[in-house]
């Protein structure tokens, strides 16, 4: 029996810092974790599948902004036990929804890229769109408060 926690890091739209402060925090904490969490998904650590395995936590960095992105999140809320919600994009969705906050003239400016890679009219936060089971807030992620929710589905 497996008894590591199945973990996904997924990222959206962002500048994707929290998952460099990611990356970083394995340097300290890789021999500890290994031994406790299986990645089913992280691109940034290994090949992942196109398709979203069930897990135990998914670790989900960055805004949404496109239906398409939206019909993943959505995938990942069904197959994952815990979603939390990592950095300022992901948590209140800015910086990365400026532009909902353009006034008509900014808005006109950008409507045919908006069009041309459909995007959505408005940015939106995660929690907009499925349960967030916890935040991390920052730009980039504030590691204290990773760490205590790391160790807190790790002790469990």
Aim: charged share 30%.
């Amino acid at each position: 029996m497996n008894s590591k926690l199945k973990v996904g890091w997924f990222s959206f739209s962002c500048c994707e810092d929290s998952t460099i402060i990611f990356t970083e925090l394995l340097n300290t904490h890789y021999l500890e974790w290994k031994k406790k969490f299986e990645f089913v998904h992280a691109k940034v650590l290994k090949k992942s599948p196109d398709i979203i395995p069930e897990m135990d936590i998914a670790f989900v960095e960055g805004a949404i902004t496109s239906d398409q992105q939206e019909k993943k999140l959505k995938k990942i809320r069904e197959k994952a036990k815990i979603i939390v919600a990592i950095g300022a994009c992901a948590v209140i969705g800015s910086p990365s929804n400026q532009r909902n906050f353009f006034n008509r003239e900014q808005a006109e400016e950008i409507k045919a890229i908006l069009e041309k890679f459909k995007f959505k009219e408005k940015v939106l936060k995660l929690s907009d769109i499925v349960k967030v089971d916890e935040v991390v807030p920052g730009c980039p992620m504030n590691e204290e408060v990773f760490l205590r929710i790391v160790n807190k589905y790790l002790n469990k």
